[in-house]
Structures are given as structure tokens and as C-alpha cells.
T-cell receptor
Framework: AQSVTQPDIHITVSEGASLELRCNYS??????LFWYVQSPGQGLQLLLK??????LVQGIKGFEAEFKRSQSSFNLRKPSVHWSDAAEYFC????????????FGAGTRLFVKA | DGGITQSPKYLFRKEGQNVTLSCEQN?????MYWYRQDPGQGLRLIYY???????QKGDIAEGYSVSREKKESFPLTVTSAQKNPTAFYLC??????????????FGSGTRLTVV
């Protein structure tokens, strides 16, 4: 079955420290992968996406993600976290014909401590 | 600037009442979606529409209904048949031909509470 797993429900990092959020997917074909961010009470904003080519993709707000086919992973990273990065992060895979049934992970909430 | 507008931001429903959530977009996107978000469960697809006057059920369509009479609008009705409607509802849109590659644009959501 197609699925997206985010193993960490929440993560706390110190401001200025590096960040890695984990994402594993299960999908039969070549995956189209996304990371979205959600601030409290708001909608989701697309951070970055991968569908082919270079396995290290750059996104907005200084985030990057690396696609590893052998590990079925698409982990999100940031070298230095800012307090404004505190939010919930969702990994997703474009599923269904045309990608109209995107599957989302359960999310990882990021807390940033001063 | 183009975007998706969801209204109202907060909505309270009495038991047995139908309520309608509004979603309007001016992005000229073909496809529109409704997701339900519950704590710890991520987003679950309720309905989606690839084109005007056509829509398909998602994974949790029971107790919900939609219409797509205009390209810009995709309202969601939460009926009395939905036994646990308290949740955060998100509307999204995409360019139908590039959805898989480009992903979605989301509205800011409607929080529905049963009182």
C-alpha cells in the first residue's frame, strides 16, 4: 500500500542548531515527493519538491531535502534553525493518476528553543 | 495576488445541522480538493475535482457533499450524517496537468466545531 511515514511526532532543537526531519515513503512507481510547512491555524505552504534529476533539492526558507531511493527516504534538512521555523512539517507523495490523491504523512511538529 | 480564500475561518455547528464551507480561488487552477485535518492524523482527502461539473470521492467522503459549478469555487457541505465533524478543513488547488510534479496551493483553513 502507498504510504508516507514521519517517525517523529515532535522534535525540539535549539536556535542555530541543525535540523533533520525524517520521511519514509512506500510507493510502487517513481515517487513525486513534497515537503509542506504549516504554521498554527494556517494552511500548508510548499517548501520543496522532487520528481527527477538531482537528488538534493533546494527549497524556500533555506531548507533542502535529499531523495534516497535505496532507503525510500526524503529527509528535510536545514543547517541553522531560526525561531520562526517552529511549525508543523508534512511530507507527501503525489499518488493516484495525475497525482490527484496526494498522500500526506502525519506530520512532525518542530519546537525551537532559545 | 492570486490565492485561495476559505470562509469562514471559524464555524460552529449544532447537532443535526448541515453547514457549508466556502472555497474560492483566483489562480485559474483546474483541480480543487478538500482535506480534513485531525491532530496526529495528517491530512485525509474528502473530495476532489479535476474539472467543472465533475468530482470524485476521496478516502473519507461519507457525510460530506460538494459541488463544482464554477472553476473558481468548490464548496463543501458537512451534513448531519457526518458523526464527528469537528476538525480543521483545508481547501487546495492545482494545475491539473502538472499536479503530480508541482503539488498544491492551500487555503488558510476553516475550523469547524460541533456545539
Amino acid at each position: 500500500a502507498q504510504s508516507v511515514t514521519q517517525p517523529d511526532i515532535h522534535i525540539t532543537v535549539s536556535e542555530g542548531a541543525s535540523l533533520e526531519l525524517r520521511c519514509n515513503y512506500s510507493y510502487g512507481a517513481t515517487p513525486y515527493l513534497f515537503w509542506y510547512v504549516q504554521s498554527p491555524g494556517q494552511g500548508l505552504q510548499l517548501l520543496l519538491k522532487y520528481f527527477s534529476g538531482d537528488t538534493l533539492v533546494q527549497g524556500i526558507k533555506g531548507f533542502e531535502a535529499e531523495f534516497k531511493r535505496s532507503q525510500s527516504s526524503f529527509n528535510l534538512r536545514k543547517p541553522s534553525v531560526h525561531w520562526s521555523d517552529a511549525a508543523e512539517y508534512f511530507c507527501a507523495v503525489g499518488a493516484g493518476t495525475g497525482g490527484f490523491k496526494t498522500i500526506f504523512g502525519a506530520g512532525t511538529r518542530l519546537f525551537v528553543k532559545a | 495576488d492570486g490565492g485561495i480564500t476559505q470562509s469562514p475561518k471559524y464555524l460552529f455547528r449544532k447537532e443535526g445541522q448541515n453547514v457549508t464551507l466556502s472555497c474560492e480561488q483566483n489562480l485559474n487552477h483546474d483541480a480543487m480538493y478538500w482535506y480534513r485535518q485531525d491532530p496526529g492524523q495528517g491530512l485525509r482527502l474528502i473530495y476532489y475535482s479535476q474539472i467543472v461539473n465533475d468530482f470524485q470521492k476521496g478516502d473519507i467522503a461519507e457525510g460530506y457533499s460538494v459541488s463544482r459549478e464554477k472553476k473558481e469555487s468548490f464548496p463543501l457541505t458537512v451534513t448531519s450524517a457526518q458523526k464527528n465533524p469537528t476538525a480543521f478543513y483545508l481547501c487546495a488547488s492545482s494545475i491539473a496537468s502538472s499536479t503530480r510534479r508541482d503539488g498544491y496551493t492551500f487555503g488558510s483553513g476553516t475550523r469547524l466545531t460541533v456545539v
